[in-house]
């Protein structure tokens, strides 16, 4: 190694320790649930993330006083069956944008207390590994959306 390129390295990892701990850039958009039948004990909700930061963040949780347990989902296939189940976290990769959709990623609500009528909308906070928590407004579209504009 140069002696310069020891230099630039050590004045990035000093950097690194004495800025304030990274806070993200995390713009959440587009966020939408379909309209689930009165009774219906589960629904899900669905975003794009855009990370317009340098570093890697995770999406880790998320809450909504519309369900008991809110849970980050992915949909897989499994010997020709389509499942769902828990992931610990949703990957956000610097300048990538990551849209979660039905038969893919999506947040998992569970045990509603509320219906999911078209027209209407509900809070959802999301959590993320590193930058602050960010809450969006969740729009009802129809029973068979398949997003926005769609
Ligand atoms: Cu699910």
Not at 59 to 75: F, G, I, Q, R, T
Not at 93 to 100: C, M, N
Not at 107 to 133: K, Y
């Amino acid at each position: 190694m140069t002696f310069i390129a020891r230099c630039v390295l050590t004045a990035g990892l000093f950097a690194a320790m004495t800025a304030p701990a990274f806070a993200g850039d995390i713009d959440v958009k587009d966020a939408w649930a379909r309209a689930r039948a009165e009774g219906a004990r589960a629904g899900a909700a669905y975003i794009t993330v855009m990370n317009s930061g340098k570093e890697a963040d995770a999406l880790v949780a998320a809450a909504s006083p519309v369900a008991d347990v809110v849970e980050l989902h992915e949909h897989r296939h499994n010997n020709g069956v389509m499942e769902m189940r828990p992931v610990g976290e949703m990957a956000l990769p610097p300048g990538e944008p990551v849209t979660l959709k039905p038969g893919g990623l999506h947040i998992m609500l569970i045990g509603l207390r509320q219906t999911l009528t078209e027209g209407s909308s509900f809070p959802l906070t999301l959590t993320f590994r590193t930058a602050p928590p960010v809450s969006v407004t969740v729009k009802v579209l129809s029973v068979a959306a398949m997003g926005p504009g769609k």
